[in-house]
């Protein structure tokens, strides 16, 4: 019986969350398996992968054949280094104590390799956020801006509206001083009399 390492999906639609199993090769995907080692979710950033280690290298030193997909992630998780450390081992080439110490100092180079890329993310992330920020405030600024100006300006033509209008009176009264000039009322009553 051929043994795979290989995902079996699960989650809902377009939110996949997928169990990293072993299980027989001609078993279906979803199918039945003979143990769940872990699982991966690659709707985080950067993508969750939550592997047992030990149990991953027991079935690779079984024989079990990750998929490409699955090799990719025990290569991440060092899965695939400390089988090939572990092989050394057992073929003589080093000590247990020298494999444990690379497996060591690998581990804690990617840890930091991964804390600096999650940094990284956050802080593009912050940026965005107060660029975002930064824009929707000058945005709003702009507006005031507008609105300000408008009633300024609503302001300024009430106030030329008002001058135009007290023009307007002072306008007219001198044209009724001139309207003493023109024949009064009763005269031009006398003068149609008289025709």
Wanted: proline residues 4%.
């Amino acid at each position: 019986m051929a043994l795979k390492i290989r995902l079996a999906r699960r989650g809902r639609k377009k939110m996949a969350i997928y169990d990293v199993v072993i299980a027989d090769a001609r078993a279906p995907r979803d199918g039945r398996f003979i143990e769940k080692i872990g699982s991966y979710n690659p709707n985080t950033d950067p993508a969750t992968i939550t592997i047992n280690n030990d149990r991953a290298l027991k079935w690779l030193m079984n024989g079990a054949q990750p998929t490409d997909t699955v090799k990719a992630m025990l290569s991440y998780r060092g899965v695939m280094l400390k089988k090939h450390l572990q092989i050394g081992v057992v073929k003589g080439a080093i000590t247990q104590e020298q494999a444990d110490e690379k497996f060591q100092a690998w581990l804690e180079t990617k840890e930091q390799s991964i804390a600096s890329k999650v940094d990284k993310i956050q802080s593009a992330k912050d940026s965005a956020k107060k660029a975002a920020l930064e824009a929707e405030a000058a945005k709003n600024q702009a507006r005031l801006d507008a609105i300000k100006k408008r009633e300024e300006e609503a302001i300024a033509a009430a106030a030329e509206a008002e001058a135009k209008a007290a023009a307007a009176p002072q306008e007219e009264a001198p044209a009724e001083s001139e309207g003493e000039e023109a024949p009064a009322p009763d005269a031009a009553a006398s003068d149609e009399e008289k025709a």
